[in-house]
């Protein structure tokens, strides 16, 4: 079957950096995907990495290594707007998402 | 404001109820999705809409009935629901329906409660 592993929650305090890692086994891989969802509101699209490497938006980077199913994404400078549950998800050879259920982040000052 | 507008925010209905929740989109994409998303597990991929033929229906119970009557609305008609639906129904839409880079924006969701 096809899986995506990410941690349920972590905490991390205010401007510090933290790193939620994300593991995969699909059918096939066409594009990896973070997701930030604050409580109550939309999923918003973070990023997006087809290509191994690393990946820099502002205070947050994604990295992929596709040999290894593995992506994390990292936040620098976190903020308490940061507190938020973080998405990942891959599309497979069919290019259906695959979800992973989801980090909770929680940043304590 | 995602563009992806999601009504009503809370809805709480009994299991002879019929209701509907509705999506609309004011982004000029041409696909439209709906996702259960329940506490601590991953979102669940429900209906897909692509132009405004169902494309994917991923083994959802027939108490569940989208409906896309144009490609910028989207509905979830509801009836004889169980409490194990209750959940936060989330609406999205993309570009196109397939595609590597196809980015979704959702809306906030409608929260149901089932009694």
């Known amino acids: 079957g096809q899986n995506i592993d990410q941690p349920t929650e972590m905490t991390a305090t205010e401007g510090a950096i933290v790193q939620i890692n994300c593991t995969y086994q699909?059918?096939?891989?066409?594009?990896l995907f973070w997701y930030q969802q604050h409580a109550g509101e939309a999923p918003t699209f973070l990023s997006y990495n087809v290509l191994d490497g690393l990946e820099e938006k502002g205070r947050f980077s994604s990295f992929l290594s596709r040999s290894k199913g593995y992506s994390y994404l990292l936040l620098k400078e976190l903020q308490m707007k940061d507190s938020a549950s973080y998405l990942c998800?891959?599309?497979?050879?069919?290019?259906?998402?695959?979800w992973g259920a989801g980090t909770k982040l929680i940043i304590k000052p | 404001e995602t563009g992806v507008t999601q009504t009503p925010r809370h809805l709480v209905m009994g299991m002879t109820n019929k209701k509907s929740l509705k999506c609309e989109q004011h982004?000029?994409?041409?696909?439209m999705y709906w996702y259960k998303q329940s506490a601590k597990k991953p979102l669940e991929l429900m209906f897909v809409y692509s132009l405004e033929e169902r494309v994917e229906n991923n083994s959802v119970p027939s108490r569940f009935s989208p409906e896309c009557p144009n490609s910028s609305h989207l509905f979830l008609h509801l009836h004889t629901l169980q409490p194990e639906d209750s959940a936060l129904y989330l609406c999205a839409s993309s570009p196109s329906d397939s595609s590597g880079a196809n980015v979704l924006t959702f809306g906030a969701g409608s929260r149901l409660t089932v009694l």
């Open positions: 982004l000029g994409h041409n696909a």
């Open positions: 699909t059918s096939g891989f066409n594009g």
């Open positions: 998800a891959v599309k497979d050879s069919n290019y259906q998402l695959i």
